[in-house]
């Protein structure tokens, strides 16, 4: 199984809500991503989990909460978001033995706050 | 911020053409990749070459590497109207697993 599966695949939300987006795999990656993705842009890191605990945060505002409740699972908390926030949110996972290795990306999940 | 940048941002070719798409950065990496998006989906790993690698060949995909001058290409030989898709270089950089995408090539290949 080399799949990076994210839930959902498009999340309408309004700014007082409260969502959260779902990434899970199989690969026994222990380096898990979540990138945000706006319309003709690259990709921007916003998280990177090794081993389970957060070990890069891009300065992303609190108003998204990283959360990894195991080895196989990565969860973005949202909450009050602005209309600026609504992106392609993109969830990877890698192996993280020295680098060296290539991150495999879900689908996204396609974020539009209202 | 950004670390690679791509070159050129849009190319169009005609089918059975090669693809040339250059890529650039700024520090010191542990290697370089290089990934494709089809429309604002999931990207997919074409590549990976090492900091200590020169050439990489993969199918019709041809990676050069050039520390020296901070810089990458991607050869596409052979182009299909399926390889139609935005190109991402990513650059991993040293002592970390941080995975920093440049700015993308949209690639059109014509029938």
């Known amino acids: 199984d080399t799949e990076v599966t994210q839930t959902p695949k498009h999340l309408v939300m309004g700014m007082t809500n409260k969502k959260s987006l779902k990434c899970e795999q199989h690969?026994?990656?222990?380096?898990m991503y979540w990138y945000k993705q706006k319309a003709k842009k690259p990709p921007e890191l916003m998280f990177v989990?090794?081993?389970?605990?957060?070990?890069i945060n891009e300065s992303v505002p609190s108003r998204f909460s990283p959360e990894c409740p195991n080895s196989s699972l990565l969860n973005l908390h949202l909450h009050a978001l602005q209309p600026e926030d609504s992106a392609l949110y993109l969830c990877?996972?890698?192996?993280?033995?020295?680098?060296?290795?290539?991150?495999?990306f879900g689908q996204g999940t396609r974020l539009t706050v209202v | 911020s950004q670390q690679g940048e791509e070159d050129p941002q849009a190319l169009s070719i005609q089918e059975g053409e090669n693809a040339t798409m250059n890529c650039s950065y700024k520090?010191?990496?542990?290697?370089l990749q290089w990934y494709r998006q089809n429309s604002g989906r999931g990207l997919v790993h074409l590549i990976l070459?090492?900091?200590?690698?020169r050439e990489k060949h993969s199918g019709r995909l041809r990676v050069t590497l050039d520390t020296s001058k901070k810089s990458s290409s991607l050869l596409i030989t052979a182009s299909r109207a399926a390889d139609t898709a935005s190109y991402f270089c990513?650059?991993?950089?040293?002592?970390?697993?941080?995975?920093?995408f440049g700015k993308g090539t949209l690639l059109t290949v014509n029938p």
């Open positions: 520090t010191s990496i542990n290697n």
């Open positions: 989990y090794s081993y389970e605990k957060l070990s």
């Open positions: 690969m026994g990656h222990r380096a």
């Open positions: 990513a650059t991993e950089a040293r002592g970390n697993y941080k995975l920093t």
């Open positions: 070459i090492r900091s200590n690698e």
């Open positions: 990877a996972s890698s192996q993280p033995t020295g680098g060296n290795t290539e991150a495999f």
